[in-house]
């Protein structure tokens, strides 16, 4: 299978070419302020992994003939509505042979996972893939929100285009242990045994948070208040510029407190941290909130605090490398993503640890409330000793395999290559 590659699909989303943003010039909401304030300008479509991934053949479009068939792929930009009206920037060659039915236009939204429901996404998009008129069957999404699929088959249209769900960033496991980011074999029982050895070294929770968002600030202000830090490993670089806390957090989002936090920022668990200050971006002096961090904090942890990238959206389950790396090197977690997302993970084959711990926070409608309901959660579990840690560790061992073998099992190509190149 071909794969066509030019300037306008292969710009970084980081670092885009000043002649590619030339192109978005009457699109100015792509320039807009990060987490930390920071300028940030990302092209609405950029480069995409998935031709490698899935070991296409990769052919320059000034090279090829449009003899045959080919696929082009995009990485979306994050604000849904605003790429979807705007696929009239696409190359019109491009476009012409979508078209005329000769090649699939692939709209990659793996790094994200949101809602697609009506004005979200799906009316602009539809309305976008009308006036082009482009044949739907040769559209493709991939995406990594879990229900999208479902989302779509309950859409009131007769010519749909085609969504495929994946858990990208299980596939994205098997790179981040090529670049030894992530170890090559993980057992359960060689963790317990590690721990055994280490108990009085082994801390209560590992909470790792690069991108500063509210409910994350929260946590970190619990923590602080409640004298849990020295039980943490953590990574969190600075609180949000425009907090908006709920009242219902008062005891501890008193200034008092979030200044005694402030002096202590910013939290980096190790050298991949300290050098990771800056404006938005790759490199040295830049700021990479997905940058790898050293696997051996896992280790060095019972318990993993997820904070999912999307915990208020209902309509958009989008599970990401804070949630599989740990469980894919022998972690239990604790998460804040939408209500019912251990659910949705049951239904992909995970087992949770309702065994061990209340996870009756998973079924609470109100976001806040189910944060809360984890922060007590959190505190319940931080009166454990390192015994009872390790004895709770080794009891769930066989869970805890159980997820590391899905893991390492989820093929790419049955779960994607195969649903988009089925002829």
């Given at each position: 299978m071909i794969a066509l590659i030019d300037r306008f699909n292969q710009v970084s989303m980081h670092d885009p070419s000043q002649d590619i943003v030339d192109l978005y010039k009457h699109i100015p909401e792509i320039n807009e302020l990060d987490n930390r304030a920071q300028p940030?300008?990302?092209p609405l479509f950029s480069h995409s992994s998935l031709p490698d991934v899935m070991e296409l053949e990769i052919v320059e479009v000034k090279d090829f003939d449009f003899k045959s068939k080919f696929s082009y792929f995009v990485h979306v930009h994050h604000n849904q509505p605003l790429w979807a009206k705007n696929l009239d920037v696409i190359p019109r060659k491009i476009l012409d042979e979508v078209r005329s039915g000769n090649g699939k236009l692939i709209f990659d939204n793996t790094l994200?996972?949101?809602s697609i429901e009506g004005d979200e996404f799906l009316n602009p998009f539809y309305e976008s893939i009308d006036k082009l008129k482009l044949p739907t069957e040769n559209i493709y999404f991939i995406t990594n929100n879990l229900i999208a699929e479902k989302t779509h088959q309950d859409y009131d249209r007769e010519n749909k285009i085609n969504i495929v769900s994946v858990m990208w960033n299980v596939f994205d496991i098997q790179r981040l242990k090529g670049e030894k980011n992530l170890p090559m074999k993980v057992r359960a029982d060689m963790e317990y045994k590690y721990k055994s050895v280490n108990i009085f070294k082994i801390k209560h929770f590992l909470k790792i948070n690069r991108t500063n968002r509210d409910e994350r600030d929260i946590f970190m202000l619990f923590l602080n208040f409640e004298k849990l830090l020295d039980k943490c490993l953590v990574s969190f670089p600075e609180l949000h510029k425009w907090p908006d806390y709920p009242d219902m957090f008062y005891k501890y989002t008193q200034n008092e407190n979030i200044e005694d936090l402030k002096s202590q920022l910013p939290f980096d668990i190790d050298e991949t941290d300290e050098t990771n200050h800056g404006p938005a971006g790759l490199g040295k002096g830049m700021f990479n909130a997905d940058l790898p961090f050293d696997p051996i904090h896992y280790r060095d942890t019972f318990i993993s605090i997820v904070m999912g990238a999307f915990?208020?959206?209902?309509?958009?389950?989008?599970?990401?490398?804070?949630?599989?790396?740990?469980?894919?090197c022998g972690h239990p977690i604790i998460q804040f993503a939408p209500y019912?997302?251990?659910?949705?993970?049951?239904?992909?084959?995970?087992?949770?640890?309702?065994?061990?711990?209340?996870?009756?926070?998973?079924?609470?409608?109100?976001?806040?409330?189910?944060?809360?309901?984890?922060?007590?959660?959190?505190?319940?579990?931080?009166?454990?000793?390192?015994?009872?840690?390790?004895?709770?560790?080794?009891?769930?061992?066989?869970?805890?395999?159980?997820?590391?073998?899905?893991?390492?099992?989820?093929?790419?190509?049955?779960?994607?290559?195969?649903?988009?190149?089925?002829?």
């Open positions: 940030i300008c990302r994200e996972g949101k915990p208020f959206d209902t309509s958009g389950y989008h599970l990401h490398s804070s949630t599989f790396n740990p469980m894919y019912k997302t251990l659910d949705v993970m049951k239904q992909y084959g995970f087992k949770t640890f309702d065994k061990w711990w209340d996870e009756s926070y998973d079924n609470e409608k109100d976001d806040w409330k189910r944060l809360q309901m984890i922060m007590d959660l959190v505190l319940k579990l931080s009166d454990y000793d390192e015994k009872d840690l390790l004895n709770m560790y080794e009891d769930m061992r066989e869970t805890l395999q159980h997820n590391i073998n899905i893991i390492e099992d989820y093929d790419i190509k049955t779960n994607l290559y195969d649903r988009i190149y089925d002829e």
